[in-house]
């Protein structure tokens, strides 16, 4: 397991922009990492994954909304959130898994990852 701190959350107006951190304690270049959103009373849902190598997946609700990108030279883990909106509201968890390839979109999605950090929250008001 690697272990995940993330940062950058806060409480933002609807319309700004906000780019989480996920610092992992690892080679991410080796990782298929991933974003993972929990709403108040929901279940935790994947955003946004990304292969070791740099290759990107998105849920088909945040495409053109969010982006993921990699520094590998810092091993973080970024996710950039544009145009907030009161829906984007959550805890924001980083996830790993021990493998550079990412599984196509599913609904298993999280059970593919098994290093998982405390969680970063966003809250977006209108």
């Known amino acids: 397991e690697v272990d995940l701190v993330e940062s950058g959350g806060g409480s933002v107006q609807a319309g700004g922009n906000l780019t989480l951190s996920c610092q992992a304690s690892?080679?991410?270049?080796?990782?298929?990492m991933g974003w993972f959103r929990q709403a108040p009373g929901k279940e935790r849902e994947a955003v946004a994954t990304?292969?070791?190598?740099?290759?990107?997946q998105y849920d088909d609700s945040v495409r053109g909304h969010v982006s993921i990108f990699k520094d590998y030279t810092k091993n973080i883990l970024y996710l950039r959130i544009n145009s907030l909106k009161p829906e984007d509201t959550g805890m924001y968890h980083c996830?790993?898994?021990?493998?550079?390839?990412?599984?196509?979109?599913?609904?298993?999605?999280?059970?593919?990852?098994?290093?998982w950090g405390q969680g970063t929250q966003v809250t977006v008001s209108s």
């Open positions: 996830a790993a898994a021990q493998y550079r390839t990412c599984p196509s979109w599913s609904v298993n999605l999280r059970s593919y990852f098994d290093s």
């Open positions: 690892g080679l991410i270049s080796l990782l298929c």
């Open positions: 990304m292969t070791g190598s740099g290759i990107p």
